[in-house]
């Protein structure tokens, strides 16, 4: 059964992450993850995890690192949101516009997401982004 609190398919949990990302609410960001969740990021930097398994891992890596990446967000703008023949999976491509704290640069960068969810929640989201670019954002 879905969880209302949560919303239903992948577009509606699509749409209810873009605010967290938006305003690193990290922790609310965790709880749309089922508790067995897998967080993929294939083109992470070296020394960065590929693969995090469970939703208190995935919260810790979001409290450990992206609450320290230097990175304002102040929109994420769709490319292209495409449901995909699973019903539980959507790939999505976002613009997401801010600027870098440390330089006061203004960016856009790429993201390409597939998320699989499952009674409301995140099951899996294999997150794709450019590291050399957010690293060149930082200083």
Do not use: C
């Not at 083109?43 to 230097?70: C, K, N, Q, W």
Request: glycine share 6%.
């Amino acid at each position: 059964m879905t969880d209302p609190a949560h919303g239903g398919g992948p577009l509606d949990v699509l749409e209810r992450m873009l605010p967290l990302l938006r305003d690193k609410d990290l922790d609310a960001l965790a709880d749309l993850y089922t508790e067995d969740a897998v967080h993929e990021l294939p083109f992470a930097p070296p020394g960065a995890p590929r693969r995090i398994e469970g939703r208190e891992r995935i919260r810790e890596y979001f409290s450990s690192t992206l609450a320290h990446v230097p990175l304002e967000f102040h929109a994420f703008h769709p490319v292209a949101v495409n449901p995909a023949a699973d019903p539980q999976v959507v790939v999505a491509e976002y613009d997401a516009e801010g600027v870098a704290a440390p330089t006061g640069r203004r960016f856009t960068v790429r993201y390409l997401w597939v998320l699989r969810v499952v009674d409301g929640r995140i099951a899996e989201w294999r997150d794709y982004w450019n590291p050399s670019q957010i690293l060149d954002l930082q200083g």
